[in-house]
Structure formats: C-alpha cells, structure tokens
C-alpha cells in the first residue's frame, strides 16, 4: 500500500506563532492530498484537498488564510497554522489515495499525524 | 449538510462476545468505507461497500451495506484484544470525498 509520512510527529508552540506541517508520500506522486483535523477521542472532520500545482479547496468553516496548504509538488503537501492559538490544538492527519490517485472508489492510506498543542 | 452518524459510541465488551457498530447517513451514499483507528495511532482502511444489500466478509469481520444505501454495519465475532480501537464508516456521496461518522470506541476486556 501507499506510505504517507508527516512531520513533525508532534509539536508545542506558543500562542500566536506559525507551524508548518509536511505531508509526504514516499513511494507514490500524489496530485491530490487530503488535510483531516481530529479532536480527541473524536471522528475526523475533513478541512481541506489539497492540489498540486493550484488552490487548495476548503471545506465550509475552515479559515483558508488561517489553515494556509501548499502543495508545491507532486510528493509534498505543507499545511501552515498561522497565529495558532489554544484552540488550534489537535491532530492534524494528512491522506492520500493509492498512487496519489484520487477516485470515488479507492481507500485512503493516512499519514501518522501530527499532534499540535498549542500554549 | 451530509451527517453521518455512528452507535453506539462506545462499546466495551468482554473477550469472545461479538460486536456491531452501525452507521447511518442522513443522506444517500454511493460508497462507504470503513476504517479502524488504534488507540494513538492513524485510521487504516479496512473495506469498501457499493452495492445495496452489498455484504462483505473479512476474517471474524462482516461489513453490509444497507438496501437504502443510507446505513451500514460492522459486526466482529468473537472480538479478541486485538481488535481494540476506534471504527469509523465514511461515506460518499458521489465524489471523491468522504465523510467520516462519528466513530465507535471499542474496548476488549481480557
């Protein structure tokens, strides 16, 4: 299957200053990504598709210029949490379809994650 | 908008008894998804149902879909402790993007 690695795995930062983070998929191209936001012991709610070389689409309630994406290649997509504040702390999932391909019929193969607190 | 909702919410069972976690979507779905989450770590595909009245098998697991395309079903038989963590369903309703239920927590006592 598809491998999707994030980093960092984990990070602390200090109420109003930016995280950046990588979403990569080591054995595949993947013109689209996918940026889930996960609260503890809660489901998945999708934030934004990420697409190479253009836009990132957001979901309805997701401040795009809070949640900035960039997915300036085709193994690498980046989400920045701009002026993080308490209430940005969660997890943060990126995922992909197998061969970076995006259909209604295949699965998602997800990163690790990345667990954001911010103090 | 879509909602899918999952019960029960938890569920905490003793080792050897069955499990089922039902989905139900406020909307028609073209495809769901399942997916297990372990504790700490990130959601793993599991299946994928299309049809109506559509059952699949795995192991000790079986998924159905239901005739409405609006409900789903996980059912474990005789869980086992390692069968410990979160199961989501995901639905779509047509594009390539899925919306996660809300997940049932399932915990497995020796």
């Known amino acids: 299957g598809a491998v999707v690695s994030q980093h960092p795995s984990w990070v602390i930062c200090k109420s109003g200053t930016s995280v950046k983070i990588e979403c990569r998929s080591l054995?595949?191209?993947?013109?689209?990504m996918f940026w889930y936001r996960q609260f503890p012991k809660q489901s998945l709610m999708l934030m934004a598709t990420?697409?190479?070389?253009?836009?990132?689409?957001?979901e309805q309630g997701v401040e795009k210029d809070k949640f900035l994406i960039n997915h300036a290649s085709l193994t690498l997509s980046t989400l920045t949490v701009t002026s993080a504040h308490p209430e940005d702390s969660s997890f943060y999932i990126c995922?992909?379809?197998?061969?970076?391909?995006?259909?209604?019929?295949?699965?998602?193969?997800f990163g690790p994650g990345t667990r954001l607190t911010v103090t | 908008g879509q909602q899918v909702m999952q019960i029960p919410q938890y569920q905490h069972v003793q080792e050897g008894e069955d499990f089922t976690t039902y989905c139900n979507s406020s909307?028609?779905?073209?495809?769901i998804q399942w997916y297990k989450q372990r504790p700490g770590g990130h959601p793993v595909f599991l299946i994928q149902?299309?049809?109506?009245?559509e059952v699949k098998k795995q192991k000790r697991l079986t998924f159905q879909f239901g005739e409405a395309k609006k409900n789903s079903s996980l059912h474990i038989t005789a869980t086992q402790t390692t069968d410990v963590g979160t199961y989501f369903c995901?639905?779509?309703?047509?594009?390539?993007?899925?919306?996660f239920g809300t997940g049932t927590r399932l915990k497995v006592l020796a």
């Open positions: 054995d595949f191209q993947a013109t689209t």
């Open positions: 995922s992909a379809g197998p061969s970076g391909i995006t259909r209604i019929d295949y699965e998602q193969y």
């Open positions: 149902l299309v049809k109506s009245g």
């Open positions: 909307t028609t779905l073209s495809n």
């Open positions: 990420s697409n190479e070389g253009s836009k990132a689409t957001y």
């Open positions: 995901a639905g779509s309703s047509g594009t390539y993007k899925y919306i």
